[in-house]
């Protein structure tokens, strides 16, 4: 129902319609990520009902992160691109200066760059690595230079770049208090047996330490 929504969810109106398009489960939390269906009427406008919203998708117009989706309650996140090709319009999903879920405009060759955090590794046979993305998606690697909480720069299925997670880092944080800001990484501590990983920030000339695993080490020119 639109009044249980998450705050973080862009809605104008939360009385007037009972209910609203809940996203898939997927890698993403509720609060963390919007269904195609939300982003189309509510953020977009593009349409007025939920039968409208099916109509464009089956057009095969609608991409998230390059790839077609025609799931009205695909699960969108943070940091996922959204283009419709019809329009030659691109956009990321980030929080905005409130903590609400926000549709940032962007160009062509933007939207054919994700970035994606590695999570977690695993070993294959051959002597391959195995990375598990914060999306959800898997890549494969020949040559295992990657560790976990650095950020891999993807297009066309193939990684560009590597993010080291390091000291003088850019990190955008997707979770807690501060989630939406943009730091530096001035240090960070080791996880032990009852507290996590943390890290320590320079935002706007503030210190903030908050947990590692909220931060996302992001290019330097990202549009945010």
Do not use: M
């Not at 959800?136 to 891999?152: A, C, F, L, P, S």
Request: charged share 30%; proline share 3%.
């Amino acid at each position: 129902k639109r009044l249980r929504a998450p705050k973080s969810w862009p809605l104008q109106y939360r009385k007037g319609i009972q209910f609203i398009a809940r996203p898939l489960c997927g890698p993403y939390r509720l609060e963390d990520s919007i269904s195609l269906n939300v982003i189309l009427k509510d953020i977009l406008k593009y349409a007025a009902t939920t039968k409208d919203v099916k109509r464009i998708l089956n057009q095969g117009i609608v991409l998230i992160n390059d790839t077609v989706r025609k799931t009205h309650k695909f699960p969108v996140g943070i940091l996922d691109t959204v283009s419709i090709s019809s329009l030659n319009e691109h956009y990321r999903v980030v929080y905005d200066h409130n903590g609400k879920i926000s549709l940032k405009k962007i160009n062509k060759e933007e939207a054919e760059r994700k970035s994606a955090k590695i999570k977690n590794k695993t070993i294959l046979k051959k002597q391959k690595t195995q990375l598990n993305l914060h999306d959800g998606t898997n890549i494969i690697v020949k040559k295992d230079t990657y560790k976990t909480g650095d950020t891999v720069i993807i297009k066309n299925k193939q990684i560009t770049k590597c993010l080291k997670f390091e000291k003088g880092a850019l990190v955008y944080l997707l979770k807690g208090k501060h989630k939406g800001k943009i730091g530096i990484v001035e240090h960070f501590e080791s996880a032990t047996a009852i507290t996590p990983a943390k890290v320590t920030l320079d935002v706007e000339e503030e210190k903030i330490t908050t947990k590692k695993d909220f931060a996302f080490i992001i290019e330097k020119d990202i549009n945010l």
